[in-house]
């Protein structure tokens, strides 16, 4: 089956936000706009990649080149900006029958490897799907080797009461009980922003983790991309901020970016059952379907997060190279 796959025209990208909202793959990270700016501050070139047959588009597939000099690489998305999702996504396949879907499906994504492989080279490939790429075998039969991860997702198309009722006794408990003016929950700016990457940041290099996530990054995508929205949700007490969450809210899924970290604030207050439950509150308001946990590979986090009766998925990360190159990225922790 023949695909026509192109670096996206001038054309193709006045388009492009357009058919991110349409496929079942694509997400706020997928956005014209917010592709420009993980380039920007990942040091990388953007390669729009989209497939037409005739003049249908059938996907999408941005990949951010980052040359070393010695080593050209190849990502979706780039790393060490903590982007949970991208890769490819896929466009009017809903319709067809299993084989022509698959087939198609197949022509995309092999063309798009071709073209990774002949103007590129990388040395090493990753990739990080989204939720809803239920296939990797595309990917697979173009020399990546896939491993299954796994996040969590809340329903939240259901009665508020209900929902509270679904979680652990400990997290209805909380939520209950917490007096509600002792805090104050709002959603901020740019300030409120800033409080969270910096606490963030704070609580991961205390613990040795590598955070290279700059509040800047986090403030353009929220000031530049339409399509989605950022929304910090800050929790303060005497308007003293406490903790926070970065929520990303994308077609109808809200989902858990930054943040939820232990505060080092000597408050009595349950901060981050009551942080996730204004989001899901806010979400149920706005006519969400789901709120997305972003992870659930953590055994220790698992416990907290499966407390809201969270339905699992499952999602891909895929990488391409040698063994000796694969090892070599392994070491950053971002990457994978």
């Not at 058919?19 to 793959?25: D, F, I, N």
């Not at 982007?83 to 067809?96: H, I, R, T």
């Not at 071709?114 to 990917?139: C, G, M, N």
């Not at 379907?289 to 339905?311: Q, S, T």
């Amino acid at each position: 089956m023949s695909v026509n796959v192109r670096l996206a025209t001038e054309e193709d990208r006045d388009r492009w936000n357009g058919y991110v909202e349409r496929s079942p793959q694509g997400r706020f990270w997928h956005e014209l706009e917010a592709l420009e700016i993980q380039a920007e501050y990942a040091g990388a070139t953007v390669h729009p990649l989209i497939g037409f047959k005739g003049q249908e588009p059938v996907g999408l597939f941005p990949v951010f080149e980052i040359d070393k000099k010695v080593v050209t690489t190849a990502f979706s998305p780039p790393p060490h900006l903590r982007v949970p999702y991208l890769g490819p996504a896929f466009l009017n396949m809903g319709k067809l029958k299993q084989r022509k879907r698959e087939s198609r499906r197949q022509a995309f994504v092999d063309d798009c490897a071709e073209w990774i492989r002949s103007e590129l080279a990388p040395k090493y490939s990753h990739v990080r799907t989204a939720t809803a790429f239920e296939d990797a075998r595309p990917l697979e039969w173009n020399e990546y080797e896939a491993s299954p991860e796994y996040t969590y997702v809340v329903d939240l198309e259901r009665d508020r009461d209900d929902l509270l009722g679904s979680f652990s006794s400990d997290a209805r408990s909380n939520v209950r009980n917490a007096d509600e003016d002792a805090y104050e929950i709002t959603v901020g700016g740019r300030e409120e922003i800033e409080l969270i990457v910096d606490q963030v940041r704070n609580r991961y290099e205390s613990q040795g983790i590598d955070f290279r996530v700059p509040a800047a990054f986090v403030l353009d995508l929220h000031e530049r991309v339409e399509g989605g929205e950022i929304r910090p949700y800050t929790l303060r007490v005497n308007d003293e901020f406490v903790g926070g969450i970065l929520a990303v809210e994308y077609g109808d899924t809200t989902g858990r970016w930054l943040g939820g970290v232990r505060t080092d604030a000597d408050v009595d207050l349950p901060t981050n059952d009551l942080l996730d439950w204004a989001i899901m509150e806010d979400g149920i308001e706005r006519g969400l379907a789901g709120y997305d946990l972003v992870g659930a590979d953590n055994r220790r986090i698992n416990r907290y997060k499966a407390k809201f009766n969270p339905d699992l998925r499952t999602y891909y990360s895929l990488e391409y190279g040698t063994w000796g190159m694969r090892r070599i990225a392994s070491l950053y922790d971002s990457v994978k």
